[in-house]
């Protein structure tokens, strides 16, 4: 029971433009939504989150939007740079007793030069 | 560098056998986690220890154990092992318990069955 998807297994994008990563959820209960970023042979890096009480979270270029009735959130990355070019994992919690994370498939970014 | 180390980076073993894979927390971190990434797979949850005592457990099966030692770092032992297992473990921290906050991952470690 895939309970975070990321349907996009990969998104190519050009240099200077907006990038767009989407993913849905399924358990209405999870209550914090994170992005991660990961490059080859390193272990995922925190990139943003979200509160399911907010509907948008911005830092400097990236911005996390969350649209709770539809299950889905996507995170923007403008302008995209090629040091970009990674794979996004997003992750969602539930409010509880554990610091547990459930993980999308992830969504391999390429941006070209 | 992230702060939580993991031992060893690379490990090749056959099937049958036994291996340990060893994590040490961000210096003030209670919190560890496990998780297995497969091939084209997201990172799934295996089990998370908080200040030597198990938090909460994913999809861990019964060939895998772990451990929170009183100098707070873990280790994951996967016993019998099959040619599914081969796959990233990844280990991280965090310094609560609870709450999903962003957690500091460690560069894993890439397990080989063969």
């Known amino acids: 029971d895939q309970q975070v998807k990321q349907n996009s297994p990969s998104l190519s994008v050009q240099e200077g433009r907006i990038s767009i990563l989407n993913c849905d959820y399924t358990n209405s209960m999870f209550d914090y939504f994170l992005w991660y970023k990961k490059y080859p042979a390193e272990g995922p890096t925190f990139l943003i989150s979200i509160s399911s009480i907010k509907d948008k979270n911005e830092d400097g270029r990236f911005t996390v939007f969350l649209n709770k009735s539809a299950k889905h959130l996507s995170l923007h990355i403008v302008p995209s740079q090629p040091g970009d070019s990674a794979v996004y994992f997003c992750a969602a919690s539930a409010a509880g007793n554990t610091g547990k994370l459930i993980f999308g498939q992830g969504t391999t970014l390429q941006v070209k030069p | 560098d992230s702060g939580v180390t993991q031992t060893p980076k690379h490990l090749i073993t056959a099937t049958g056998q036994r291996v340990t894979l060893r994590c040490s927390p961000r210096?003030?971190?209670?919190?560890v986690y496990w998780y297995q990434q497969s091939l084209d797979q997201g990172l799934q949850f295996l089990i998370q220890y908080y200040n030597g005592e198990e938090r909460a457990k994913g999809n861990i099966l019964e060939r895998f154990s772990a451990q929170q030692f009183p100098d707070l770092h873990s280790e994951l032992n996967l016993s019998s092992l099959e040619l599914g297992d081969s796959a990233l473990y990844f280990c991280?921290?965090?310094?609560?318990?609870?709450?999903?906050?962003?957690?500091?991952f460690g560069s894993g470690t890439r397990l080989t069955v063969v």
């Open positions: 991280a921290s965090s310094a609560a318990g609870t709450g999903g906050w962003g957690y500091t």
């Open positions: 210096s003030g971190d209670l919190s």
